[in-house]
């Protein structure tokens, strides 16, 4: 064994091997996704040896010059008095190290928002760059394993951060010689059979801790559900409309995740990707600057390092921009992939026409709508507006082992159309002018995940003051006055120029100057919500518990998934299935510990390294997940060092799926459990095409499933075949008509397929409609 620490004294690395007090073994204490602890006590009286001091760097190898831990000195060192010495007192000093972690640990984890729809290696190299891009190295970050979505916990350690990370992608990580490492757990094996003489039966202790489970209900955060289309008439005085629920809407904490006001002296690397090799863009007096490009697509950018994922209502505003002549490039964009124009989804398009600067949208990389042509010396903000049915685009991937191996459930796309609208304002000397909407359309399809981008300069002369990026619940609002045309009606602050409010407490709330015309149609789009839940069983698993009479065939758990995080009804359907992977699994519910020497394994040991034991005359054989390992070295000559391995399965010890027996009071359990994910689609695409005194017109908006058609009920969660006082009717074609009866009217329709029993969409479509007759 070779220690070297290095105290910064200006003596670089020195070996303190012999000094090392070996009478008390010097111990390594890894463990699955977190630091690496190492103590040990050394004696440096009557040497030139200095007492270890706090930050030292500290290097150890075993005998076959293989490195076992790097890291640095985390605290002052215990001095302890051993014993009289030729010149006096001994004293030797107790030495607590923890591994290159520390470096990036004593920084702080900048405010991010939500990565959506990339893989853990991406993440953990992008968050590791964030916090130091130069004292830790990220080419061995490897795990490809897809992450739906991923919001650091402000406040927790670098350390904490990609822990939780790695282990929600049942990804292993660790720190060694300043690099992170990131791979999948089990990537390495060490084989250890009892007729190969490898293992140690007497050194092994194992046994299944944990009970079957083949009937989980797994309980989620709160989730949008119903679509809710909600009618009103204006009279021309009333400005407060009651909606009937209220509208889903993300945590306040989390509606505002990007804003740069553009103050730092250089531009925040923590939150953008600067690629400028021309040094065309920096932070001036009146905030980010452009002074021109290259030319070329793509070369001169600003892109925020977070992907978007764009659903609900996300509002993006550039603010305070000044437009020199001759500029060209996009300003204010989404990008589906990397920036450029062919890719550019949405976004604010300055060329050249006639000599002079003109604005106008690009959807899809083509140019759309209208036009405008700002003026020289003045001020505008560029807001960009997107509107999307589905609040999650990206479903969560979950991860685990059974008896068919590692498994992964979720990680899809969900199809979504969005609403777009391009607005233009001037603001010169903080005076708010008129609104100029360039753009009020639709997109079919929108990508599920965008990167923003603020300027794509092809030769931009511009400053931009200020960048907010504001995501809230799906919600929408149009109106169509008597004889006229719908229109998007601007939903925001009096600062926005908006023309109304939706506040939390479900109250629509229109602005003086945008009070509804008598007879004028107001159509609020909302969605409603409720807790997620998904309870599924296992019927294989059911019939082999059942075929022993003596016991109950049905074994039930329910409880919550804190990590990852099911943010809706199908994120907790595939918890629910990776869970009953595991969980109906025998072989996951081993735990135990391994007790082993360098001469027997002859390999290092690391968490998340996967224990293949054959161990024939116990009847075991299995693949154990290592989740900590002990190293103790001691005296010896040629050196032994201790192993003590900990392992255990994914039932036995969560990994993962991080779990909690609580359940949510507000959760509604279902009383029966499903074998099979079933339901159809929803109808979110369902509109309204006219509402009159005697009758709804419904465009589904997609074909009926053969056999089935579309159903209108009076309540919601009450679907089911049969005829009662809650139907209204069964529609076999997608545009069909729902009488009128009242001035206030409540249905809720989904589509239903010809299965005996049929199945359902999962949420409603809502009409409610508050129009005199």
Same mark, same amino acid.
């Given at each position: 064994m070779k220690i070297t620490i290095d105290n910064f004294d200006g003596k670089g690395a020195v070996d303190y091997s012999a000094a090392v007090l070996l009478a008390k073994p010097l111990r390594i204490a890894r463990t699955l996704n977190k630091p690496t602890v190492c103590s040990f006590g050394v004696v440096t009286a009557e040497s030139t040896l200095a007492t270890p001091a706090r930050n030292g760097r500290v290097v150890i190898a075993d005998d076959t010059g293989r490195t076992v831990f790097t890291g640095y000195v985390a605290t002052e060192p215990t001095i302890e008095l051993a014993g009289m010495g030729t010149a006096g007192n001994v004293y030797q000093a107790w030495v607590q190290t923890i591994s290159d972690d520390l470096l990036l640990d004593m920084q702080t984890v900048p405010r991010t928002f939500a990565s959506a729809g990339q893989s853990a290696g991406v993440i953990a190299a992008q968050l590791t760059a964030r916090v130091d891009p130069v004292r830790v190295g990220t080419g061995a970050v490897n795990s490809a394993a897809s992450v739906g979505r991923f919001l650091?916990?402000?406040?927790?350690?670098?350390?904490?951060?990609?822990?939780?990370?790695?282990?929600?992608?049942?990804?292993?990580?660790?720190?060694?010689?300043?690099? &992170? $490492? /990131?791979?999948?757990? +089990?990537? %390495?094996?060490?084989?250890?059979?009892?007729?190969? @003489?490898?293992?140690?039966?007497? =050194?092994?202790?194992?046994?299944?801790?944990?009970?079957?489970?083949?009937?989980?209900?797994?309980?989620?955060?709160?989730?949008?559900?119903?679509?809710?289309?909600?009618?009103?008439?204006?009279?021309?005085?009333?400005?407060?409309?009651?909606?009937?629920?209220?509208?889903?809407?993300?945590?306040?904490?989390?509606?505002?995740?990007?804003?740069?006001?553009?103050?730092?002296?250089?531009?925040?690397?923590?939150?953008?990707?600067?690629?400028?090799?021309?040094?065309? &863009? $920096? /932070?001036?007096?009146? +905030?980010? %600057?452009?002074?021109?490009?290259?030319?070329?697509? @793509?070369?001169?950018?600003?892109? =925020?390092?977070?992907?978007?994922?764009?659903?609900?209502?996300?509002?993006?505003e550039a603010a305070g921009v000044q437009l020199n002549s001759g500029s060209e490039g996009l300003i204010n964009a989404l990008f589906d992939g990397i920036p450029s124009m062919a890719n550019c989804f949405a976004g604010f398009n300055v060329t050249q026409v006639g000599g002079a600067n003109t604005l106008t949208p690009v959807i899809g990389g083509v140019s759309s709508g209208s036009s405008f042509t700002p003026m020289a010396g003045r001020i505008y903000t560029l807001r960009l507006r997107l509107y999307g049915t589905e609040m999650q685009r990206v479903m969560e991937s979950y991860y685990s082992v059974g008896d068919s191996g590692v498994m992964s459930y979720g990680g899809n796309d969900t199809a979504c159309g969005v609403k777009l609208v391009f607005e233009i304002q001037d603001m010169t000397s903080g005076v708010a002018g008129a609104v100029s909407v360039l753009y009020d359309g639709s997109v079919a399809a929108a990508p599920p995940v965008a990167t923003y981008g603020l300027v794509d300069s092809l030769n931009l002369f511009c400053s931009i003051r200020s960048v907010t990026l504001m995501q809230e619940g799906p919600v929408w609002v149009t109106s169509t006055p008597s004889g006229g045309s719908a229109r998007t009606r601007r939903i925001g602050t009096t600062a926005q120029s908006a023309e109304c409010r939706i506040e939390?407490?479900?109250?629509?709330?229109?602005?003086?100057?945008?009070?509804?015309?008598?007879?004028?149609?107001?159509?609020?789009?909302?969605?409603?919500?409720?807790?997620?839940?998904?309870?599924?069983?296992?019927?294989?698993?059911?019939?082999?518990?059942?075929?022993?009479?003596?016991?109950?065939?049905?074994?039930?758990?329910?409880?919550?998934?804190?990590?990852?995080?099911?943010?809706?009804?199908?994120?907790?359907?595939?918890?629910?299935?990776?869970?009953?992977?595991?969980?109906?699994?025998?072989?996951?519910?081993?735990?135990?510990?391994?007790?082993?020497?360098?001469?027997?394994?002859?390999?290092?040991?690391?968490?998340?390294?996967?224990?293949?034991?054959?161990?024939?005359?116990?009847?075991?054989?299995?693949?154990?997940?290592?989740?900590?390992?002990?190293?103790?070295?001691?005296?010896?000559?040629?050196?032994?060092?201790?192993?003590?391995?900990?392992?255990?399965?994914?039932?036995?010890?969560?990994?993962?799926?991080?779990?909690?027996?609580?359940?949510?009071?507000?959760?509604?359990?279902?009383?029966?459990?499903?074998?099979?994910?079933?339901?159809?689609?929803?109808?979110?695409?369902?509109?309204?095409?006219?509402?009159?005194?005697?009758?709804?017109?419904?465009?589904?908006?997609?074909?009926?499933?053969?056999?089935?058609?579309?159903?209108?009920?009076?309540?919601?969660?009450?679907?089911?075949?049969?005829?009662?006082?809650?139907?209204?009717?069964?529609?076999?074609?997608?545009?069909?008509?729902?009488?009128?009866?009242?001035?206030?009217?409540?249905?809720?329709?989904?589509?239903?397929?010809?299965?005996?029993?049929?199945?359902?969409?999962?949420?409603?479509?809502?009409?409610?409609?508050?129009?005199?007759?």
């Open positions: 650091p916990v402000e406040g927790q350690s670098w350390s904490q951060t990609i822990g939780l990370l790695s282990s929600m992608t049942r990804s292993a990580y660790r720190v060694m010689e300043s690099s &992170l $490492s /990131l791979s999948l757990v +089990g990537e %390495t094996v060490h084989a250890l059979s009892e007729v190969e @003489g490898t293992l140690q039966v007497k =050194a092994l202790e194992a046994s299944m801790v944990r009970a079957l489970a083949n009937d989980v209900t797994v309980c989620g955060a709160l989730e949008p559900c119903a679509y809710v289309t909600e009618f009103f008439q204006g009279d021309g005085t009333t400005v407060l409309f009651e909606l009937t629920e209220d509208p889903f809407a993300p945590t306040t904490a989390k509606s505002k995740p990007l804003i740069d006001l553009f103050l730092e002296p250089a531009i925040d690397t923590q939150i953008w990707q600067l690629k400028d090799a021309g040094g065309h &863009l $920096s /932070l001036t007096s009146t +905030g980010l %600057t452009c002074t021109g490009g290259d030319g070329i697509d @793509g070369d001169t950018t600003l892109t =925020a390092i977070d992907q978007i994922e764009l659903g609900g209502q996300l509002i993006i939390r407490t479900g109250k629509l709330r229109f602005y003086p100057a945008s009070v509804p015309q008598a007879g004028e149609l107001i159509a609020v789009c909302y969605r409603t919500k409720h807790r997620a839940v998904a309870r599924l069983a296992s019927a294989s698993s059911i019939v082999q518990q059942g075929s022993n009479t003596a016991l109950p065939a049905v074994a039930q758990w329910a409880g919550s998934v804190t990590s990852p995080a099911a943010r809706s009804s199908a994120d907790c359907e595939n918890a629910a299935l990776a869970l009953l992977n595991a969980a109906t699994s025998r072989a996951a519910a081993w735990k135990g510990t391994y007790t082993g020497w360098n001469v027997d394994l002859q390999t290092d040991v690391w968490p998340g390294d996967v224990l293949a034991v054959n161990a024939i005359s116990s009847g075991l054989n299995a693949n154990l997940v290592v989740r900590s390992v002990l190293i103790e070295i001691a005296e010896g000559a040629p050196e032994l060092t201790k192993y003590t391995i900990s392992f255990a399965n994914d039932w036995a010890e969560d990994l993962g799926l991080k779990l909690s027996s609580h359940v949510p009071p507000d959760a509604w359990l279902p009383q029966q459990a499903a074998t099979a994910v079933t339901s159809l689609e929803n109808l979110n695409t369902l509109a309204v095409t006219s509402v009159s005194t005697t009758a709804i017109n419904i465009s589904a908006g997609v074909n009926a499933p053969s056999g089935g058609g579309f159903e209108v009920r009076r309540r919601d969660w009450c679907f089911a075949p049969g005829t009662d006082s809650d139907l209204v009717l069964r529609s076999p074609v997608s545009n069909f008509v729902i009488p009128r009866e009242a001035a206030m009217e409540q249905y809720y329709i989904r589509m239903y397929d010809g299965a005996n029993p049929p199945n359902y969409s999962r949420f409603s479509s809502a009409i409610f409609v508050n129009v005199p007759l």
